[in-house]
């Protein structure tokens, strides 16, 4: 996180707390300062039931141990093992340095304040914050200012999973004659999909299960039926190959609206449940990203209640799978379901703690998802558990989340591990109208 040669001071936003409460000892030897507003608006966030309020309330314990074990608490300088000190600044309003024009004591002002009041007194400080609006308002003002980049990676955008080389016949007979083959590849990964291609009369659809000595593929079909529905195109083929394989316990699936991801998914774990018997339920969580002032605080009932908006999409799906039977046997079904602990819907913030195991895990909606909650989740996955992740780039509603941060941050450091596959679906198949939406707008 620092430039190396240079001491540096670090004032960090409130979001960067939210996002990742480690980011307190990610400044290598450098010093990290805390505005108190900082505290106050955390202390306003850790009774919500987000992963928000959960990183609040981490990050108030981690500056209470730290406070704990130094004499004055953090008024003063800690120091940290990295060889930086931490402390809180107490005053953090400093009217003189603003121009007239913001108010001094909104929380974002006395961030500013104190960072021109320690520059003013000759400490080299630099403002640390995930909120674009505040890093423009730094720099008019003449703060050097950094987004938090911890959780952010070089993302390379065009990883689908899937890609295409060109073969000759031989090797495309082998592939259907032995069921695998080697190929050359330029820079292949373990579990990406390939369309093998030779004359126009002549192609094969393989998988990448070896990359040394030599690149080996087996053969995958080109279509899959699960839990009664059929892949629509060749992505569902190869991700319904993914999320049937228990050899592959994490799988990433990526697209736009329409794609089938959750759904897939759903019908992938109900098979494994229901009729392979290989885990023993299907659970679905889902973050709770507020969209406007609508978050959990806000709207009526008791928690399944507050819970209902946010399970809308899931259910949908669910009542989808079970169609044929008719709407209120469907229901029926989806009851009795639920009764048997056979499937659970809930907040992702219940994962927090437990140990996953024989359950077929679904996370929904992914991409709003910060890279340290996703860590948390693959490191509760038991030998016998399976984690999906479902999501949309074009969709993220969390505003501590970067563009290159999170989901897509994982899908990068994971491609290419045996454990991991990831495919991104691209044809919307919800209805003609929901493909011409997603392919003009």
């Given at each position: ?60 314990r ?10 004055g ?12 000190t ?12 603003l ?8 929380p ?24 674009a ?24 955008e ?34 990406q ?48 190959e993914l999320?049937?394989n ?8 990526m ?22 018997g ?164």
């Amino acid at each position: 996180m620092s430039d190396r040669g240079q001491h540096h001071t670090y004032v960090l936003d409130t979001c960067v707390l939210l996002a990742d409460p480690a980011s307190l000892f990610r400044f290598e030897e450098h010093d990290v300062v805390l505005p108190l507003v900082v505290i106050e608006e955390l202390d306003r966030k850790k009774t919500l039931m987000d992963e928000i309020g959960t990183n609040a309330r981490r990050t108030i314990r981690l500056l209470e141990e730290r406070g704990a074990s130094a004499e004055g608490g953090l008024s003063q300088p800690v120091p940290l093992s990295s060889g930086g000190t931490l402390r809180i600044e107490m005053n953090g309003i400093h009217s003189a340095h603003l121009p007239e024009v913001l108010d001094p004591l909104t929380p974002d002002h006395r961030i500013l304040s104190t960072c021109l009041e320690l520059r003013a007194g000759g400490t080299n400080a630099v403002l640390v914050t995930k909120d674009a609006a505040l890093r423009i308002k730094g720099a008019q003002l003449g703060v050097p200012v950094q987004d938090y980049r911890a959780d952010v990676v070089a993302v390379d955008e065009s990883y689908s999973g899937v890609t295409e080389v060109v073969a000759d016949a031989a090797t495309i007979d082998r592939i259907y004659a032995d069921g695998k083959a080697t190929l050359e590849m330029e820079a292949p990964l373990i579990n990406q999909f390939v369309v093998v291609k030779g004359s126009a009369s002549q192609s094969a659809l393989a998988q990448v299960v070896e990359v040394a000595p030599q690149t080996t593929v087996v053969r995958v079909p080109g279509t899959r039926r699960v839990f009664g529905i059929e892949s629509k195109n060749l992505r569902q083929a190869f991700a319904l190959e993914l999320l049937l394989n228990p050899d592959i316990p994490a799988v990433s699936l990526m697209g736009a609206p329409g794609t089938g991801k959750t759904f897939l998914a759903l019908a992938a774990g109900l098979e494994q449940v229901l009729e392979a018997g290989r885990y023993r339920k299907v659970s679905v969580y889902r973050p709770l990203v507020p969209v406007g002032r609508q978050d959990l605080g806000y709207l009526p009932g008791d928690l399944d209640e507050k819970l209902a908006p946010w399970m809308a999409a899931v259910y949908d799906n669910l009542y989808a799978l079970f169609s044929d039977a008719g709407p209120a046997a469907a229901r029926d079904a989806l009851d009795e379901l639920v009764e048997r602990d056979a499937l659970e819907l809930a907040a992702i913030t219940y994962l927090r703690g437990r140990s996953i195991t024989g359950e077929f895990v679904i996370i929904d909606e992914a991409q709003n998802l910060e890279l340290s909650t996703l860590k948390v989740i693959l490191t509760r996955i038991g030998p016998d558990a399976k984690v999906v992740f479902c999501g949309d780039f074009t969709q993220v509603d969390n505003p501590y989340v970067s563009p290159f941060g999170g989901a897509a941050a994982m899908i990068e450091k994971m491609k290419g591990h045996p454990l991991f596959g990831h495919v991104t679906l691209e044809r919307t198949v919800r209805s003609p109208l929901a493909e011409l939406a997603a392919a003009v707008l």
